[in-house]
């Protein structure tokens, strides 16, 4: 029996979570203070993954080897999401550089705000996280005991490797700098200049971690000018 070919478009990273916005309600509050406001049915939740080494070269690999050979597929098409073979060139020049503090990829790879490199001294890149139009982001997390489940259950199983539930049935909190996980449906775009997006419907806690200090100190100003990048 073949074995089915994993989607180039998806990826599934895992780092420290900042600045989320998980429901629809947030990022119009969001949306509404931001100096280049979108039209309400534009606005999606929203998250940045701060990403450690390891899962920075894993992101960096799969834009390399799979996912921009995929959209120079799709180029040749004029299908979504597709590149011309010096748009990818243009993209894949950033990566094999990979000095993200000077030059990162429109929409995907960002430096790390000097103010959060002291929370998350491991973090090499900050990577931009939408949820999908009109919703909100589904939460959940990993258990891997019953001291973890917010109402313990007779009848629940766990397997040794653990489980995935809603993040209202365990103990667990989504907050900044927990670590959290996160399949990533990519897609590639060409405006003033070419750039990735990335989507996701669900966040998974992982396990915890120093928590971000309430955000003091950031500047909102610049903090939305990225996000409206």
Known sequence: MATATKDPQSILIRGRLSWPK??????????????FPKKDEDVRPNFQLLLDETQADKLVTHL????????????????KSGLTEAQAKKIT????EADWEVDGVLGLIKPVHEKT??????????????????????????VRSESELANPADDLIIPERGMI?????????????????????????????????????????????????????????????????
């Not at 959290?180 to 915890?208: H, K, M, P, W, Y």
Request: aromatic residues 8%.
């Open 165 to 229: 539930l809603p993040i209202a049935d365990t103990t667990h909190e989504l907050y900044p700098g927990s670590v959290v996980a996160a399949e990533l449906n990519l897609f590639a775009f060409v405006g003033a200049n070419v750039g990735i997006t990335a989507s996701t419907s669900d966040v998974v806690f992982i396990r915890d971690a120093d928590r971000f200090g309430g955000g003091g100190g950031i500047d909102e100003d610049e903090l939305f000018m990225d996000l409206d990048d």
């Open 93 to 96: 020049k950033v990566l094999d």
């Open 22 to 35: 998980f429901t629809y309600a947030e990022a119009l509050k969001q949306n509404a203070s931001s100096k």
């Open 117 to 142: 490199k002291p929370l998350a001294p491991e973090a090499v890149m900050s990577v931009p996280v939408n949820g999908f139009k009109g919703q909100d982001l589904t939460l959940k997390a990993i």
């Open 64 to 79: 390399r080897d799979v996912f921009l050979p995929w959209c120079v597929e799709q180029g040749k098409n004029k299908d």
